[in-house]
Structures are given as structure tokens and as C-alpha cells.
């Protein structure tokens, strides 16, 4: 009779149904993924490890937000997106500006996108305290 060794990296799944905290998962990719991972999470603000995490969630379908969530995001969206931002933003585009900020700082910013010019307005206004 042959008994087979227990093999080191085996998966070790006991108690993973139960469990409440993050475990670890790791693989092996291409190089060139990993830096397309990590270059998309930098730019959504995510380390690697989220960025990954909530592609596996989308695929799961877990993230997908409902009707209401999107009638309810698009009516913000909305919101930031006015006509006045929208020409303000057509009007400067490409552009570099420099500014005083409200604490008499200069500020130095270049008009890439619609909420470049949010960041002029927001660093303009001075509040009390």
C-alpha cells in the first residue's frame, strides 16, 4: 500500500467560510500585467492589492451598483458637471494657471479636466474659521 506525502503548498481551506478576516492569494503573471495593474491602481488612488481585490469582485458581480445607484450618481455627477464648468473648462483647457489661493500662497495648476477647475474655485475661496 502507497501512502502519498502531504504535499507543503497544498491549499489549506479549512475555516475560510467562517472566517471574517482578509486572508492572502497569490499567483504568478507576466510582468507586464503587474505593471498594468499597478499603474491602473495608482491612478484610481488604490494599492495594488485593492485595485486586484475589486476586479475579482466585479467578476463576481458584488460591486455592480443597482439602478438607483446610478440614477443617484449620475444626478450628482450632474451636479459638478454644469454648463458653467463645462465652458469654464473649454475655455482654459490645456493651460497652465497660477493663482493666489485664499491664504495669499500662489497655487499652480494645469487644466486638464473638468475638476482642475473645481480645485481653482475650492482654493480661491477663503472660509472663516
Known amino acids: 500500500m502507497m501512502f502519498s506525502k ?10 475560510l467560510d467562517s472566517s471574517t478576516k482578509k486572508v492572502t492569494i497569490g499567483f504568478k503573471c507576466n510582468p507586464r500585467i503587474k505593471l498594468k495593474l499597478a ?9 495594488l492589492s485593492e485595485y486586484v481585490e475589486n476586479l475579482l469582485l466585479d467578476l463576481e458581480g458584488a460591486h455592480r451598483p443597482d439602478a438607483n445607484q446610478i440614477f ?11 454648463d458653467i464648468l463645462k465652458t469654464l473648462f473649454k475655455q482654459y ?13 500662489d497655487f499652480k ?5 473638468p475638476k482642475d477647475i473645481y480645485s481653482i474655485i475650492i482654493n480661491s475661496y477663503k472660509t472663516k474659521k
Open 72 to 82: 443617484e450618481l449620475s444626478e450628482k455627477l450632474a451636479f459638478y458637471e454644469n
Open 6 to 15: 502531504p504535499n507543503p503548498k497544498a491549499l489549506k481551506l479549512d475555516g
Open 39 to 47: 499603474q491602473d491602481a495608482i491612478k484610481y488612488g488604490l494599492t
Open 93 to 105: 483647457e490645456s493651460q497652465e494657471m497660477v493663482i493666489k489661493k485664499a491664504d495669499c500662497e
Open 109 to 113: 495648476i494645469r487644466i486638464n479636466e
